[in-house]
C-alpha cells in the first residue's frame, strides 16, 4: 500500500501513515487518502459521482 500511494503522488510520510493503520482501515480516509484518491481519479474510471 505504502508503494502505492507514494506513486499516486502522496507524500512518504503521509503514505506511511495510512499504510501502517492496518487495524482500523475505515479511518484512512481522515489521515488523507484523498490525495493519493482524488475525485479527478474516479472521474476518469467513469464512475459516477453519488454526492453533488
Request: charged content about 20%.
Amino acid at each position: 500500500m505504502f508503494r502505492e500511494l507514494v506513486a499516486r503522488g502522496m507524500s512518504k510520510i503521509g503514505a506511511a501513515r495510512v499504510a501502517r493503520n492496518t487495524r482500523r482501515w475505515w479511518h484512512n480516509s481522515a489521515m488523507g487518502i484523498h490525495i493519493a484518491l482524488p475525485s479527478a481519479y474516479f472521474a476518469e474510471l467513469g464512475v459516477p459521482r453519488l454526492a453533488a
